[in-house]
Each structure stands twice: as C-alpha cells, then as structure tokens.
C-alpha cells in the first residue's frame, strides 16, 4: 500500500518545531500588575461618576492623541486626576487597544478604591484623588524578569549598568524623554535598552526616577537575559531579544540561537547565516560603491534637507551686535547642545535653491507676517517656506518663540517645523507643504466649500479640536495659541487640519489657567475673546472662544468678519444666537450641505459652538469636554447663555478703525470690542 505524506498536517508540525527553536527568548505577556490604594468610594456617588467620565476620556484620546495623556474629571474634594503612558516602542493600534482593555481592568480589579494603578504589558494607567502631575513616586515599584537564566551576572552587570546611568540623563534632557541603546556584549548577542519617563515630571525627577530602577534591576535581574521596572514615574527595560523596532512600531525580533544540539538545527543555522551573509555583502557593495556618489550628487544640489536629511550642529551666521538679528542669535546660541536631528538649521542657499529664488511662481500667499512660498527638496519632498518680511508685525521675540515652541509639539493635528534661517536681517521658517493649503481659502470660495462635505467638515471641525486640547492640556507644555483662525488651520492631501503659526502662543506653567497680558492686545478681529480684548486676560477659554467662531463658520459657510465689517449685519454670533432662541437653527446652515447633512447633527454642532463663544469664560466648557461632546452623541449639553459681541452694530466712531483693517490675514496689535 502507497505511503502518501500529508503536508496539512507537516507544515504546522514544521512551524511549531521552528519556533521552538528560534523563539526561546521572547517575553510573554503578563497578566496586569495592580495597587488599589486609598480609601474607599461610595458606589454611584459623585466621586465613580467623575473616575468613570475620566476613565472614558484617557480610553478615548488614547486613539488620537501622543502616547502620553493626563487629566482631570470634576471639581473640589470630587476632583479625579489620571494619566495614561504607553511604552514609546508599541504600536499606536496597540496603544489604543491597551488602554481599552487598561480602563476595563481597572474598574474590575481595585472597584471602589479612590486611588488606582495598572501596569500592563505595552502601558500603564494611573488615577488618585490626590493631584499627582509633576510628582514623582519610585514607591512600589514592581520588577519583572525574562524566565531564561543568564549564567554570569556579574559580567552582565559590569557591562550594562554604565550605559543604563547614561541612557537615564539622556532621557531627562530629551524632548519625548525617551531613550534606546543598542549595547555589544561579547560573546553573545546584542543587549536592546529601553527607558522612558512620564512626560509630566522634571529632567532632575526623571533622572532620579530611572537611577531608582537601575538600582532596583541591579539588585535582583541580572541573573536573566532580560528584565523589566514598571514604576509610577518611569520604565526601564532590557533583553538580549531586539524589541525596539521603533520604525516598524515596536515588533518583537526574536534572536536566532547561537547553539543547537542536532544536525538539522546546525544546518538551518549555517543556511540563515550563508543568507545573512549575501546581504550584509551586497548592503557592503551599496554603502562603498554607490552611496557616496548619491551623496556627492546631493552634495551639488546645495545639500538641501530636513530632519533626518540635513544634520548639522547648529551654526549661526554672525550679525553686528547692536543689530535685532544679533539679539535672536544669542538666544539660538543656547540650544547649541541640542541633537541636530531634532533641530535643523536651514542655510540660506539652500532655501534659495529649494524655492527657486523665492520666485513668484512658488508663491502661496500673503499672511500679516510676509509671504509663503512652495519649495522642493532635493528629495523632490515639498516645503512650505514662510519668509518674514521687514515690516513684519512679528518681532524677533515671536520668531525665536515659534521656533523653540513648535519643535517641542507634536501631535498629528499641528503643522510640523522642519527647519529655520537666520542670514542678516532674514528670518524664515521651513514648515511640511500642505496640499490643500488654508481653510480660509476654502470658506471664502464656494466651489471649493461645496467640494467639502459635511462628513469631511466634521472631521476637521474635530481635528482641530483635538489639536487644541493637546496644547491645553497633554503636551509637555501648557500651551495658548491665542491667534486661532481659518488662516491659521492647514489642510494636508486628505484634508486632515493641522495647526499653525505659534508665534503669539504662550506657555503657561504648573495649574495655571489664566494671565494678563503686558504687552499690546495681539490677534485677529473676530476671533478675540472679550476678556483679552477688553482687558488683556487670557487663558485657555480664550481659545475655546476661537475655537467656538471658527466652528460656527465651517458650519454656516459664512464668515464673522463678513458681519463685523457691516454697520447693518449683526455679528455671525448674534445672527446663530438669535435663530437658535427662534428655533430656526436650520437657517444657519450652508446652503450647499441641504442635502448631504442630518439637521440633528448639525444642530449639535451649532449648540457646542454657541457654548464656545458665551461671554461669560467661566460658562464656556474647556476643549476637553468639546472633544467628547463632539465624539460622543449622548453627552449633554447644557443650554448656552449670550453670545460675546452680540450687541449688534458698530459705534460710529469705530467704524473707520475697521474699515482699514485686513479681514483675516492680518494680525493685529489692538482691538476694540463691540
């Protein structure tokens, strides 16, 4: 009888055997490790109402913001404050599927405790009713190790701990304070470090956080081949397995043993070493044969570049030292420590190659700070180049404050700087090109607008939405944009928004909220909250106030400087204020979106701006709550109170003000309210 072979039932066979050969080294996952501490709460008291709402926003800016977010839910002895961190090499899908499945644990596993923490494989979440932001905690840290034994830990010990001290001042001067070392070990493979901090504490606090965890890992993991340190504050992790693919998102690359007992494991062994062989011999032939004359071919091209294409530690021409140039340099001269890589400085040839002289050709437009020109790298990668003119009302102050500003910001929904350039009285920014240039040139075109459809405005409308809460409330910095408009928002090639021009923003510190401005009243009429117009007071409200007229307008397919200019034509405030106490919303609706838009939707949109732009800050909600009113249907909403500017008219003594200021693009040094 015939012996016929069945290879359904080989082929899983094969690759069960092969990763039991190649896999020894690969960390499982590990259930969640718990503290549930502090008192108890009453069930269904104010108090879970507030964790429950806080839980819910950490789960859902996990899917669009940074891997770092903190908050608060509620008020007085009520207050919950939480953070979620998610380990810098995981995935952004996976980022998001642990914080679900984090918040669902917590719930279950510390059930009344009104101060919580869980530590899972790929991140950790955190709540207390003790404001913890900016503290650090090295108490209860818990320590875990790969199961495979390691047969000299001294020697492991003597090699990594040196490298593990660097890599934590290396994370504690870094702008994501995070870290990665690839570390030879002799004799074996190569040992893959890993260290992070939560972007809320100090550089000093940071530091003394991941010295703890060494000195924790120290005394107990060196006799395994990897360990991890979870801690409130920090997270320290190492193997002798490559999980650091940063490029690829965090996936785990098993190591191939250096030893195996059978003949056919020697033999598949020396074939992946024979392949390895060929194409570290033909990466050899590349890398000495035909990089360097790309290079050289670059090199004539004016070396052109950004970020990872053009690395130089930052040089600055020199200026005479009484000139306004001289006073910009000084400040630049400090951040001659920083890695070229995060910080590029654009020489002024190259700009002038990339933007073809700034031809007139290349021209985008014209703000209140100089003209915008396209430009291309060598790469044939486009640029957007904002060149400020002499007359610029952007000072030396506000160029030196976007640069050092925006570099430190990223999110998905704020323009990237890709570059500067100082050359004499020149000063330039280098931005990534967006395709669909400014909202403000869709909403002053009606072909354009009816190109954009509800859906589509809906999901700028929550763009930018999510790119202010970011500044308010999750980068590392407590940001106020204080000049937000449709001038200011930059569509990509998908009509994504992006957030631009930071040169009036302003960093606030600790739990401020509020501030007075010293200086003159700075923004664009129609855009300005009262409080800053009238008395120079600022915080995060008023941009709320900004974002709320901005809304209003995507929706309505009108503008409110339209209504501002006219001495017959209430504000676009007054005018939605009015048919909204009418019951006749739809009047405000775009004409163009009559048939492509549920008037329950919009009508939502309509409330949620109304609330932006009341005149009271107190009763505006902050961009938190606007991101969940906006992603979720069944919040409430409470009922608005009068509109800012909503007295109607122009005084007749301020009418010749206005008709000699620039609808949108200018920004301007005073203001006078209605």
């Known amino acids: 009888m015939a012996f016929v072979i069945n290879f359904s039932y080989i082929t899983p066979l094969v690759f069960f055997i092969l990763s039991l050969v190649f896999l020894h080294d690969i960390v499982h996952a590990d259930p969640p490790y718990k503290l549930c501490q502090g008192e108890n709460f009453t069930e269904n008291s104010a108090f879970q109402i507030n964790r429950d709402d806080l839980l819910g926003s950490l789960s859902l800016n996990a899917a669009s913001l940074p891997k770092f977010y903190n908050t608060s839910s509620g008020n007085d002895k009520n207050t919950v404050y939480g953070l979620f961190l998610c380990y810098n090499y995981v995935k952004h899908d996976e980022c998001t599927k642990c914080a679900e499945v984090a918040t669902k644990d917590i719930r279950n596993l510390c059930k009344t405790s009104k101060e919580a923490l869980l530590w899972s494989e790929n991140c950790q979440l955190r709540y207390s009713d003790q404001k913890f932001f900016g503290l650090l905690d090295v108490a209860d840290n818990v320590k875990q190790t790969n199961p495979k034994p390691f047969s000299d830990p001294g020697r492991l010990q003597s090699i990594l701990n040196p490298v593990l001290l660097s890599m934590s001042k290396l994370v504690a001067s870094s702008i994501d304070m995070v870290a990665t070392k690839n570390i030879s070990f002799p004799g074996d493979n190569p040992i893959y470090a890993f260290a992070q901090c939560t972007k809320d504490l100090s550089s000093e606090d940071c530091n ?10 120290s005394s107990c993991c060196y006799s395994y081949r990897g360990a991890r340190l979870f801690s409130r504050s920090c997270f ?16 785990t690359v098993p190591e191939i043993p250096k030893h195996s007992d059978g003949r056919n494991k ?22 000495y044969c035909l990089a360097p004359r790309k290079q050289a071919s670059n090199s004539n091209a004016h070396n052109i570049g950004k970020g990872r294409f053009f690395h130089q530690q930052v040089q600055l021409p020199e200026a005479n030292e009484h000139s306004d140039t001289y006073a910009m340099l000084q400040k630049f001269q400090a951040l001659n420590n920083l890695d070229p890589q995060e910080f590029p400085f654009f020489p002024m040839e190259s700009v002038l190659v990339a933007t073809n002289d700034f031809s007139d050709s290349n021209k985008l437009g014209q703000g209140g700070f100089g003209p915008v020109y396209k430009g291309t790298l060598p790469t044939g990668e486009k640029i957007a180049v904002k060149r400020l003119s002499a007359t610029s009302t952007q000072g030396s102050d506000e160029f030196v404050n976007e640069v050092l500003l925006i570099f430190k910001l990223q999110h998905k929904n704020l323009v990237r700087l890709l570059g500067f350039c100082i050359d004499k009285e020149e000063r330039i920014l280098v931005y990534e090109y967006m395709s669909n240039s400014s909202l403000d040139l869709i909403l002053n075109d009606e072909s354009k607008r009816a190109q954009v459809s509800w859906t589509v405005r809906l999901d700028i409308v929550k763009g930018i939405a999510r790119g202010m809460l970011y500044l308010h409330q999750d980068s590392r910095l407590r940001i106020i944009h204080r000049d937000l408009k449709p001038s200011n928002v930059l569509l990509d090639k998908e009509m994504n928004p992006k957030i631009s021009d930071f040169g009036m923003a302003r960093i606030f510190g600790g739990s401020d909220c509020q501030a007075n401005s010293t200086a003159k009243i700075v923004g664009t009429y129609g855009y300005i909250a009262p409080e800053f117009a009238m008395e120079g007071l600022y915080s995060i409200k008023s941009d709320v106030f900004s974002f709320g007229v901005l809304l209003l307008e995507i929706i309505s397919g009108k503008r409110n400087a339209e209504f501002h200019i006219s001495t017959r034509t209430k504000s676009l405030l007054s005018y939605a204020w009015e048919l909204w106490n009418e019951g006749k919303g739809k009047d405000l609706m775009d004409p163009l979106l009559a048939d492509a838009c549920s008037l329950d939707d919009f009508l939502r949109c309509m409330h949620i701006g109304l ?40 005084p007749h003594h301020q009418k010749t003000c206005y008709n000699n200021l620039s609808i949108n693009d200018l920004s301007i040094s005073n203001a006078y309210p209605r």
């Open 208 to 217: 003394t956080c991941l010295r703890a965890a060494i000195s924790n890992i």
């Open 611 to 650: 609330l932006c732009v009341q005149e009271d800050s107190y009763d505006r909600p902050t961009m938190l709550s606007v991101v969940m009113m906006l992603n979720c249907e069944t919040t409430a909403l409470t009922q608005p109170e009068r509109p800012a500017y909503s007295v109607g008219r122009l």
């Open 266 to 287: 020697q033999m598949i062994v020396a074939l992946i070493f024979g392949a390895m062989a060929v194409v570290i011999a033909v990466i050899s032939f590349y890398l």
């Open 236 to 251: 320290l992790r190492y193997e002798f397995n490559n999980f650091i693919d940063l490029d690829d998102g965090g996936i």
